[in-house]
């Protein structure tokens, strides 16, 4: 029974509390980074192919389709990098000197960073999202019901459908960035 209350006391000690959390930080920061820098670069190229299209119709080249692309991957490379940052405070956190410990206000406040950063990007995203959308919504409008098609710009074509689906995934990789640093700020507040 005594050794019970001994093992028991250890396991809630502020080191194996810090502990945890350096692992959690780790190991969430670098599943998060490796997440979003896949689901980035997927997103960026087919972008950068369907701007360089001569032939797209979507307005994704001009005014609020390309601002909320070209900030939504911006957005999208700013939260990779505090990805990484929390694998650097999970470093701090396993530091054997407690000076360089960052306290848990500070670590709580990091995590809410990375759920801002990510909240403002998946506000512009959702943005193009709605342009893109609506562009496509346009062109299926316009074309009547069993007429011939005279011109291609009508048509809905496989690249239109590969830039909505570059726009979900950066949207998926924004809520990536919003759950694991909620999640990971919720189990250092438990702790």
């Known amino acids: 029974m005594r050794k019970l209350n001994v093992l028991k006391s250890n396991s809630n000690s502020p080191s194996s509390v810090r502990q945890q959390a350096a692992v959690n930080l780790r190991t969430f920061g670098w599943i998060g980074f490796w997440t979003q820098l896949v689901l980035t670069v997927a997103s960026g190229l087919v972008l950068l192919f369907a701007i360089a299209d001569p032939n797209l119709n979507i307005n994704v080249k001009s005014g609020l389709g ?15 990098y ?35 950063i990510n909240l403002l990007g998946m506000l512009l995203i959702l943005v193009g999202v709605e342009v893109v959308i609506g562009t496509l919504l346009g062109k299926t409008l316009s074309v009547p019901q069993g007429a011939a098609i005279y011109r291609s710009s009508q048509l809905i074509e496989p690249l239109d459908i590969f ?17 694991i640093p909620f999640w990971l700020a919720t189990r250092i507040d438990q702790h």
């Not at 390309?66 to 990779?80: E, H, Q, V, Y």
């Open 163 to 179: 830039v909505v689906q570059a726009n979900i995934n950066m949207i998926v990789a924004q809520f990536v960035g919003i759950g």
């Open 82 to 116: 505090w990805f990484f940052r929390y694998t650097r405070l999970s470093r701090q956190l396993e530091a054997p000197e407690s000076s360089l410990h960052p306290s848990r206000k500070e670590t709580v406040r990091t995590l809410q960073t990375g759920v801002i």
């Open 66 to 80: 390309l601002f909320s692309a070209a900030g939504g991957i911006l957005i999208l490379c700013s939260s990779i």
